[in-house]
C-alpha cells in the first residue's frame, strides 16, 4: 500500500523555480514528522527539510533561504517550494515520514534536473 506520493519534478532551468508535492494517507501526516530528503547521482541521500516539534522547520545549510517546506492538513500534503535553484540541486527527490530520527516511510521519488 503506497502510503506517501510525490509528484512536481521536473526539468527547469537554473535560477528557476519548482514546487513539489507529497500526499501522504491522513495517518501518517497527523503522527509523523514529514520532511524532504534528496539523493544526487553518485550521493547519499541528505536532508533537504523537514518540520521538528511545534510546527518549527529545519533546512539543510544548502537551501536556506531559497526552500520552503509547508503543509496543507485538510490535504494530508506537504510542499517544498523551490526557488533559485541550482544545477547541484539535480537529484531524486523524496518525502518521509518520521518518528524522531528514524524515517519509518519513504515515497518513490520525484526527479528534479536543474540544466540550462
Known amino acids: 500500500q503506497v502510503q506517501l506520493v510525490e509528484s512536481g519534478g521536473g526539468l527547469v532551468q537554473p535560477g528557476g523555480s519548482l514546487r513539489l508535492s507529497c500526499v501522504a494517507s491522513?495517518?501518517?501526516?497527523?503522527?509523523?514528522?514529514m520532511g524532504w530528503y534528496r539523493q544526487a547521482p553518485g550521493k547519499q541521500r541528505e536532508l533537504v527539510a523537514r518540520?521538528?516539534?511545534?510546527?518549527?522547520?529545519n533546512y539543510a545549510d544548502s537551501v536556506k533561504g531559497r526552500f520552503t517546506v509547508s503543509r496543507d492538513n485538510a490535504k494530508n500534503t506537504v510542499y517544498l517550494q523551490m526557488t533559485s535553484l541550482k544545477p547541484e540541486g539535480t537529484a531524486v527527490y523524496y518525502c518521509?515520514?518520521?518518528?524522531?530520527?528514524?524515517?519509518?516511510?519513504w515515497g518513490q521519488g520525484t526527479k528534479v534536473t536543474v540544466s540550462s
Open positions: 518521509s515520514a518520521a518518528i524522531g530520527a528514524v524515517t519509518a516511510f
Open positions: 491522513r495517518t501518517i501526516f497527523s503522527i509523523y514528522t
Open positions: 518540520f521538528a516539534g511545534s510546527g518549527s522547520t
